[in-house]
């Protein structure tokens, strides 16, 4: 693999959101840290609201970039989907952390992204490619609008919340569906 394929736009874009992940965490559990001192919180969250919003272009755009100038490589495939979780479940932890989101919710969701992914590992191993399905996608955009909504405290994000539990279940439910069809197990 030459540096340029690992070095596009699409995986330097996934990139940059693996590390905001992180960064926007810090802005949600850490708001009585003393960096953050004389600052309200409400401004804490936006903050971390835009960085989510910055995060979440940078997933649209990878995709779309990879897609259309024809530069899907191996560690894109492996790093878009990762970044989307770490940006997913940073968002949702924080957000449980502050009493704003349902740990309920977020178990679930969690529970699913993590026995997914082991799914995912299992049928590689096999030589399978289970690619994300057009439900999985609307789960990932569904899951970010929900965490957008919920940290700027909009009306709604607490059902968009579990219109995003709903989808990600029965996403969940299709790529365990596909994987026992395409399997010999």
């Known amino acids: 693999m030459s540096k ?44 971390a609201a835009f960085i989510f919003v910055l995060a979440s272009t940078t997933d649209f755009f990878d995709g779309y970039i990879a897609r259309t100038f024809d530069q899907v490589t191996v560690l894109g495939s492996i790093l878009d989907p990762l970044a989307d979780k770490m940006l997913t479940l940073a968002g949702f932890l924080g957000l449980m952390m502050l009493g704003s989101a349902s740990p309920w919710a977020v178990f679930l969701i969690i529970t699913r992204e993590l026995f997914i992914t082991g799914l995912r590992v299992s049928a590689v191993s096999q030589g399978l490619d289970i690619a994300a399905s057009w439900m999985g996608k609307v789960k990932t955009v569904v899951q970010m609008i929900a965490i957008g909504f919920l940290l700027m405290q909009w009306p709604g994000g607490e059902i968009l919340l579990w219109i995003a539990v709903v989808l990600t279940l029965y996403s969940g439910y299709e790529y365990v569906r596909d994987f026992f069809k395409n399997t010999q197990i």
């Open 4 to 47: 340029s394929q690992i070095f596009n736009i699409p995986n330097i874009l996934a990139f940059i959101r693996l590390l905001l992940a992180p960064v926007m965490f810090l802005f949600l559990v850490n708001q009585d840290a003393s960096i953050f001192e004389g600052i309200h919180p409400s401004w804490l969250n936006y903050i």
